[in-house]
């Protein structure tokens, strides 16, 4: 969510009042809590016509679609208190908490990542991998970068190999977590670990922690090292890229690589590439796209990967900064 769409977001949210507010925001994730609730609590007089011009773009996008679809249950207490303060932030909670279960795994999503940590970093590796594919993924990069270099290395390399967690297993982490769970059985094991879950947690690491864990990871297993590179940065994450670092990235590609590899992008992505175009090369490229004809989808995934190298290329230059690393600033 752009810088834009907080504002916009935080207008709506205190347009709503509190109990409507609750409702919204126990739908979103960590993060955009995170952002909205301080764009919330730093916001000045609204101006009347911004209000309605902010009423009037949420009609327009929601008559266009009959439900937001939204599924998450993820919503953190801390964050929230963070953001709005305790004495604000107390009834929003209570409201969107109710009598909700909290214990368990659930409870440690609610810590910061020194006390996630703190609590877990003596249990056998495979333990720790198996409760931090639970957690959201840039919590558990921060929960990782307390560990030593060993633990660390061993645990991604375990988060990699994991290719699910039964019933069992979580009642076995409900001992360790001295907290109550339910399993079932018969229940088939949950989807977690493996190859993309290590590389979304990587994404948030960068810097000598990941090239460390990296290296250990290729000395166990060079091909499965690779497929988590490969995971880690995805064409459509160049969404995520700044408008500086996207021109960078322009000057390296060339152009009928780019027509093939956009042949398979959102129209998102499309019209952000061309706004860093100038206007006649963007009017030339959107051309070129349109009399293309059908293109082999793996003919777009290798030109697409043939980017990724270019932009991974950059950013281990430093002349480009990725999305999934973290918030930089520049000075």
């Given at each position: 969510m752009s810088d834009a769409g907080v504002q916009r977001a935080a207008i709506m949210m205190l347009a709503l009042g509190a109990d409507e507010a609750a409702e919204v925001m126990k739908y979103l994730g960590p993060r955009e809590v995170q952002k909205l609730g301080a764009a919330m609590s730093s916001m000045k007089a609204v101006q009347s016509e911004e209000l309605e011009a902010v009423l009037?773009?949420?009609t327009v996008e929601t008559e266009q679609n009959t439900s937001f679809g939204l599924d998450s249950d993820e919503y953190i207490r801390d964050v929230l208190t963070?953001?709005?303060g305790d004495d604000k932030a107390t009834s929003l909670i209570n409201r969107i908490l109710g009598t909700r279960d909290a214990s368990g795994i659930e409870s440690l999503k609610w810590m910061d990542s020194q006390s996630v940590a703190d609590l877990i970093r003596n249990e056998h590796p495979q333990i720790i991998a198996t409760i931090l594919v639970h957690l959201e993924r840039y919590h558990a990069c921060e929960v990782?970068?307390?560990f030593t270099e060993r633990l660390r290395n061993d645990v991604v390399l375990r988060i990699?190999?994991?290719d699910g967690v039964q019933p069992a297993a979580l009642r076995e982490l409900n001992e360790v977590l001295t907290k109550l769970l339910t399993g079932n059985e018969n229940v088939k094991k949950k989807p977690m670990g493996g190859v993309r879950t290590a590389?979304?947690?990587?994404?948030?690491?960068?810097?000598?922690?990941?090239?460390?864990?990296?290296?250990n990871l290729k000395r166990h297993d060079s091909d499965m090292a690779q497929k988590i590179m490969d995971e880690m940065f995805v064409f459509e994450n160049i969404l995520d890229i700044?408008?500086?670092g996207i021109q960078t990235m322009l000057r390296e590609v060339q152009s009928e690589t780019l027509i093939v590899a956009l042949k398979g992008a959102s129209q998102e992505l499309r019209d952000k590439i061309f706004k860093n175009m100038s206007q006649r090369a963007a009017e030339m490229m959107r051309d070129d796209l349109e009399s293309k004809g059908p293109v082999r989808l793996s003919e777009v995934?290798?030109?697409q990967k043939e980017i990724l190298q270019v932009v991974r290329r950059l950013a281990d230059e430093g002349q480009i900064v990725l999305g999934g690393k973290g918030e930089d600033t520049y000075v």
């Open positions: 009037e773009k949420f963070k953001a709005l990782l970068n307390h990699a190999t994991l590389a979304e947690i990587l994404n948030f690491m960068g810097g000598e922690n990941e090239s460390s864990v990296m290296d700044e408008d500086r995934e290798a030109q």
